[in-house]
């Protein structure tokens, strides 16, 4: 399992253009799942996420959490964390393949 952390002050997701999500402060999450991975994998990574200290605190220093600024949390896959693409020019097989091994997580993040 893979993650891409970025902090932000407010995002959204557009999917064919119109709105699907949107948070204000907290974190964008893209994530990329692969066979290997479990359940406790990701309840390792959502705690250790939720306790990463990458907020400024009132004398600008990281020391607060997600959850001490009352921050939010998007989840976005994507599959390509895991993409070699070293022989392969397009993803489409495995865009499928991650979407089935998503599957199982979607209900536990």
Excluded: C
């Amino acid at each position: 399992m893979r993650l891409v952390v970025q902090r932000v002050l407010k995002t959204q997701l557009k999917i064919n253009n119109e709105l699907y999500s949107q948070i204000g402060p907290g974190l964008l999450v893209l994530l990329g799942i692969e066979e290997a991975d479990t359940l406790e994998d990701i309840d390792w990574l959502t705690s250790k996420l939720s306790t990463l200290r990458i907020f400024g605190d009132q004398e600008g220093k990281l020391n607060l959490d997600v959850n001490q600024i009352n921050g939010e949390v998007m989840v976005v896959s994507q599959f390509t964390l895991f993409a070699s693409t070293k022989k392969v020019t397009v993803l489409h097989s495995f865009a499928l393949q991650n979407r089935k091994l998503l599957f199982p997580f979607t209900k536990t993040l």
